[in-house]
């Protein structure tokens, strides 16, 4: 049940047209790690952060049983900073403001307890830091999945590519799959991507569910359909924690179980966008969950006499 999840850890202000934060907790290995953490524990966490990062958040981490082993602290540097602009949809966004600091040196290292972990969520950070903690990893992982953006294909594609052969789980969002292939259609898309190296593919689609492909294969989950969606932010990350969590847990890497762990994603992403950053992830039960993933049961379950 052993999990490493590697990404950013962070500090966000968000824009909605609903409201503004101020600067608020966020990263993609933030959100994957309390996500994950409802499944499986401990985990294995990858990542850096300044001076400036808040001890409580770390403290509350390390009581979910995250592994700060592989954190490093950077006293006199600035912790990454991102900002964003949610369009009336709330659906998509537009980045105001990254700020790399720590995360434009980071040069990870996998403490030698981490060896042997048999999952790598691989979050949104830099294309060199993922490469770097696959290369250090003396056995390869039963399953690698991999996230990443916009920016990065923007940035350093000649990295993303090279990873992208070592994955067999790449997860984007709708326009970063179309950005990426070059394809409109998301099953052309899929076909494109595929040939870059992942074996399978989930692209989110916000508020319009997620796709799982595989070979030929494809499914479906929808995402629950909300009154109201406070903040998105963190949605795809927690997403991904709840997907890799479930497959950790029940070590089924099958494209059957892999199902799944996309409802299970789903229904840890519906809890994240009912406050703003991690605060609703703080807040739920495994009780919570169970009743959310049987509202995804219910919501797609009919039955259908067919004469
Ligand atoms: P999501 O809404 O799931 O796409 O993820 C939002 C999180 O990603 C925020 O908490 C940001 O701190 C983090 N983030 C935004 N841009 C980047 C980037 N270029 N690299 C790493 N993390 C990022």
């Known amino acids: 049940m052993s999990l490493i999840v590697v990404g950013s850890m962070a500090f966000d202000a968000i824009e909605t047209p609903f409201g503004k934060s101020d600067k608020i907790v966020g990263g993609a290995a933030t959100y994957i790690a309390w996500s994950a953490s409802n499944f499986s524990q401990?985990?294995?966490q990858i990542s850096v952060v300044g001076g400036d990062f808040p001890n409580e958040e770390l403290k509350a981490l390390k009581g979910r049983g995250v592994n700060l082993d592989g954190v490093q602290i950077k006293?006199?540097?600035?912790?990454?900073?991102?900002?964003?602009?949610?369009?009336?949809d709330m659906n998509t966004r537009d980045t105001l403001e990254t700020q790399l600091n720590v995360l434009g040196e980071f040069d990870p290292v996998v403490p030698?307890?981490?060896?042997?972990?048999?999952f790598l969520m691989l979050g949104n950070l830099a294309p060199s830091?993922?490469?770097?903690?696959?290369?250090?990893?003396?056995?390869?992982?039963?399953?690698i999945v991999l996230d990443t953006m916009n920016f990065w294909m923007e940035s350093a594609m000649e990295d993303l590519e090279k990873v992208l052969k070592q994955v067999d789980v790449l997860m984007v969002n709708d326009s970063e799959a179309r950005q990426l292939s070059a394809q409109f259609s998301l099953v052309k898309a899929a076909k494109e991507i595929m040939k870059m190296g992942p074996k399978?593919?989930?692209?989110?689609?916000?508020?319009?569910?997620?796709?799982?492909?595989?070979?030929?294969?494809?499914f479906f989950a929808p995402a629950l359909p909300l009154e109201e969606v406070f903040d998105p932010t963190g949605a795809g990350?927690?997403?991904?924690?709840?997907?890799?969590?479930h497959i950790a847990h029940t070590r089924d890497i099958s494209f059957e179980n892999m199902k799944t762990g996309i409802i299970v994603g789903s229904a840890m992403a519906s809890f994240c966008v009912e406050k703003f950053?991690?605060?609703r992830l703080r807040e739920i039960s495994r009780a919570d969950i169970?009743?959310?993933?049987?509202?995804?049961?219910?919501?797609?379950n009919f039955d259908i006499a067919l004469v």
């Not at 006293?75 to 009336?88: A, T």
């Not at 030698?112 to 048999?118: A, M, N, R």
């Not at 990350?237 to 969590?245: S, V």
């Open 112 to 118: 030698d307890s981490f060896q042997g972990s048999e």
């Open 42 to 44: 401990p985990i294995n």
């Open 277 to 279: 950053g991690t605060t």
């Open 237 to 245: 990350d927690t997403f991904a924690g709840g997907f890799i969590g």
């Open 290 to 300: 169970d009743i959310r993933i049987q509202q995804f049961v219910d919501l797609v």
């Open 75 to 88: 006293p006199d540097k600035k912790s990454f900073f991102w900002s964003g602009r949610y369009h009336l």
């Open 200 to 218: 399978y593919l989930i692209i989110k689609k916000g508020e319009h569910g997620a796709l799982l492909f595989h070979e030929n294969q494809v």
């Open 129 to 143: 830091v993922q490469l770097s903690v696959i290369a250090q990893l003396k056995n390869r992982p039963k399953l």
